[in-house]
């Protein structure tokens, strides 16, 4: 597919594929076809996504950008302006601003894409991704090393999928923070934006990045994703560029399937509680299904209450004396250590 790298400071692409819904024996896909064995369900045509949700043209990005996060993109100052950014686009879409967890930058990249994704979702009353999913993930990575679209997984634990959608963001002088690759994915993703097949005439697929964290997925199903990073290069022979970036691999399957996912802790409340034991504590987060183990400063908990795959309310066991713990929340599809503002203080 013919790429161009968009006009900022910073030179960027994006690529996609549409969300496919499986149908066997039909194949079309609007953003990108792809070879696939006869294992693998052909895609139809893209979902769609909630009416008037894309904005009316992509959001400027300040100058502020480049000053705070081109030399520091993990900090403070850098954070800041990217969530203004994001914000901007929210109100551009007329919607309340992101509801940012306290000690947001403690979250990994991953996660942090994962709840963006969400809170977009439920702002338009869409149900959640469930969570993030270690195969997609590994596939994920390395199409962003490569700069090219994630393609599905043909079965996960057995199950086929029943419609996925991917996205990448690659870029030159890449600026690495995730709330970058997703304001482009959502509010820049327009004519003349950073979406490669949106830059310039003729014009096709734009918007599809945000479609694609947007698509209505067939109903009585469960959606996760794989969120990559990695570098390579762009180009061929003797002129190469380094490159790295971001991709998202969403697929979904039967309510009916145990698709593992690994579990994401967004807060816990309270964060304290007698060391004697006994305290309920509610943790927040996605991915909460088929839940293994719950385990504070190595102290199991008491009991376990799987409210939804969002929340968990636990009863904390008895420690030794004061400590201060990180919480570690094991699933069939993986585990997650809380951190930072996501500690449990046994008093």
Same mark, same amino acid.
């Given at each position: 597919?013919?790429?161009?790298? #968009?006009?900022?400071?910073?030179? =960027?692409?994006?690529?996609?594929?549409?969300?496919?819904?499986?149908? =066997?024996?039909?194949?079309?896909?609007?953003?990108?076809?792809?070879?696939?064995?006869?294992?693998?369900?052909?895609?139809?045509?893209? &979902?769609?996504?909630?009416?008037?949700?894309?904005?009316?043209?992509?959001?400027?990005?300040?100058?502020?950008?480049?000053?705070?996060?081109?030399?520091?993109?993990?900090? &403070?100052?850098?954070?800041?302006?990217?969530?203004?950014?994001? !914000?901007?686009?929210?109100?551009?879409?007329?919607?309340?601003?992101?509801?940012?967890?306290?000690?947001?930058?403690?979250?990994? /990249?991953?996660?942090?894409?994962?709840?963006?994704?969400?809170?977009?979702?439920?702002?338009?009353?869409?149900?959640?991704?469930?969570?993030?999913?270690?195969?997609?993930?590994?596939?994920?990575?390395?199409?962003?090393?490569?700069?090219?679209?994630?393609?599905?997984?043909?079965?996960?634990?057995?199950?086929?999928?029943? #419609?996925?959608?991917? !996205?990448?963001?690659?870029? =030159? @002088?890449?600026? #690495? @923070?995730?709330?970058?690759?997703?304001? !482009?994915?959502?509010?820049?993703?327009?004519? /003349?934006?950073?979406?490669?097949?949106?830059?310039?005439?003729?014009?096709?697929?734009?918007?599809?990045?945000?479609?694609?964290?947007?698509? =209505?997925?067939?109903?009585?199903?469960?959606?996760?994703?794989?969120?990559?990073?990695?570098?390579?290069?762009?180009?061929? /022979?003797?002129?190469?560029?380094?490159?790295?970036?971001?991709?998202?691999?969403?697929?979904?399957?039967? @309510?009916?399937?145990?698709?593992? &996912?690994?579990?994401?802790?967004?807060?816990?409340?309270? #964060?304290?509680?007698?060391?004697?034991?006994?305290?309920?504590?509610?943790?927040?987060?996605?991915?909460?299904?088929?839940?293994?183990?719950?385990?504070?400063?190595?102290?199991?908990?008491?009991?376990?209450?799987?409210?939804?795959?969002?929340?968990?309310?636990?009863?904390?066991?008895?420690?030794? /004396?004061?400590?201060?713990? !990180?919480?570690?929340?094991?699933?069939?599809?993986?585990?997650?250590? &809380?951190?930072?503002?996501?500690?449990f203080d046994y008093t």
């Open positions: 597919m013919p790429r161009r790298l #968009a006009s900022l400071p910073v030179l =960027i692409l994006l690529v996609c594929v549409a969300l496919s819904v499986s149908v =066997i024996g039909m194949a079309t896909a609007a953003a990108r076809s792809f070879a696939m064995s006869p294992s693998v369900r052909s895609p139809l045509a893209p &979902s769609s996504v909630p009416a008037g949700s894309d904005p009316r043209a992509n959001v400027a990005i300040p100058s502020s950008y480049l000053t705070n996060c081109r030399t520091a993109p993990q900090s &403070s100052a850098c954070y800041s302006v990217l969530e203004s950014m994001l !914000n901007a686009g929210r109100a551009a879409v007329g919607k309340a601003a992101y509801k940012f967890p306290p000690k947001f930058t403690y979250l990994t /990249g991953r996660e942090q894409l994962l709840m963006l994704t969400n809170e977009d979702r439920q702002a338009y009353g869409l149900p959640v991704v469930v969570g993030l999913n270690a195969t997609l993930q590994s596939v994920a990575n390395a199409a962003a090393a490569k700069g090219v679209d994630p393609g599905p997984v043909a079965t996960i634990g057995g199950y086929a999928w029943r #419609a996925y959608g991917s !996205n990448v963001f690659t870029a =030159i @002088n890449y600026v #690495a @923070n995730p709330l970058f690759d997703y304001f !482009n994915w959502m509010y820049n993703d327009g004519p /003349g934006g950073t979406n490669a097949e949106c830059h310039t005439a003729p014009l096709r697929n734009c918007w599809i990045h945000r479609h694609n964290n947007l698509t =209505i997925y067939p109903s009585g199903t469960i959606t996760v994703v794989g969120v990559g990073f990695g570098s390579g290069h762009l180009g061929s /022979g003797s002129v190469t560029y380094p490159t790295s970036g971001a991709s998202q691999l969403f697929e979904a399957f039967p @309510n009916s399937s145990k698709i593992p &996912s690994v579990p994401t802790i967004l807060s816990l409340y309270p #964060a304290s509680g007698s060391h004697a034991g006994g305290t309920t504590v509610t943790l927040n987060g996605y991915g909460f299904r088929s839940v293994t183990k719950i385990i504070i400063c190595g102290i199991p908990v008491s009991s376990i209450s799987v409210k939804s795959i969002s929340t968990i309310t636990l009863t904390t066991g008895r420690a030794s /004396g004061k400590l201060l713990c !990180n919480v570690v929340v094991g699933t069939t599809g993986g585990y997650t250590t &809380s951190s930072g503002a996501k500690r």
